[in-house]
C-alpha cells in the first residue's frame, strides 16, 4: 500500500523521540538528521505563524537533497493569553507556565514542512487543550518525576499530567504530542507521487 514511499529517502529533522515514534507508527521508512537551528523567529508573528516559521528554518538548514530526498521538520507552541510557551528555561519558569495554564484553556499548535529538491510545502494544526485546577503539590510532583522539560508549555499530554488534569481536548490529540499524524500522512501521500 505504501511502496511508494519506499522509492524516497524520508529524512525526519528531529531529535523529538516522540515524533520519531508516530513515523514508526504510521510505517513509513525514515532515518533521523538532525541539525543545529537558533530557533529564534520575529517578535510579531503570532499562533501558527510562529511554528511556520520555526518549521522553515529548520527546513532551510538541509539545502543540499538529492531528486528522491524528503525532509520533515515540525515545531510546536503552546499559545496562551497571547503569549508563545515554549520549552521551559527550567524547573521554576516550568512551574509558572502550569500555575498559569491551570483551570483554563489553551491552544497547541504545530506546523510540519515537507521539503523536497524541487518542492517546500508547509501546513498547521491547532488544538485546544483545557486543564483542570492542579494544586502546587501536584505541579511539583508532576515536574520532578516526569521533567517535561523539552515540551512546550512544560508538558507532555501523554504523560501522568494528561491523564489526571486535562478535561478537555478539541483537535488532534497527536498535534498536541508533537505530529499531526493525521494531517502529514494525508500531506506525504498527496506530496510524494
Not at 514508526?24 to 510579531?44: A, G, R, S, W
Not at 521538520?73 to 503552546?78: A, G, H, K, M, R
Not at 494544526?125 to 516526569?146: A, G, P, Q
Amino acid at each position: 500500500m505504501f511502496s511508494k514511499f519506499n522509492k524516497y529517502n524520508i529524512i525526519l529533522a528531529s531529535g523529538s523521540p516522540r515524533r520519531k515514534q508516530f513515523l514508526q507508527d504510521l510505517d513509513i521508512p525514515f532515518q533521523v538528521i538532525t541539525k543545529e537551528i537558533e530557533e529564534i523567529y520575529p517578535q510579531h508573528l503570532e499562533r501558527d505563524e510562529i511554528t511556520n516559521f520555526l518549521a522553515n528554518l529548520k527546513a532551510a538548514a538541509f539545502d543540499d537533497l538529492a531528486e528522491n530526498d524528503v525532509v520533515i521538520t515540525s515545531d510546536t507552541i503552546v499559545w496562551f493569553q497571547n503569549k508563545a510557551l515554549g520549552k521551559p528555561k527550567d524547573f521554576d519558569d516550568a512551574f509558572e507556565m502550569l500555575s498559569k495554564m491551570a483551570g483554563h484553556t489553551h491552544e497547541v499548535y504545530t506546523s510540519v514542512c515537507i521539503k523536497t529538491k524541487n518542492k517546500i510545502f508547509t501546513f498547521s494544526d491547532c488544538t485546544k487543550v483545557t486543564f483542570s485546577n492542579l494544586t502546587n503539590e501536584e505541579i511539583t510532583y508532576y515536574l520532578n518525576l516526569y521533567k517535561p522539560f523539552d515540551k512546550a508549555g512544560s508538558y507532555g499530554i501523554q504523560d501522568w499530567i494528561g491523564l489526571v488534569a486535562i478535561s478537555k481536548i478539541e483537535g488532534s490529540y497527536t498535534n498536541v504530542v508533537g505530529l499531526p499524524t493525521e494531517k502529514l500522512f494525508q500531506k506525504l501521500n498527496e506530496t510524494l507521487v
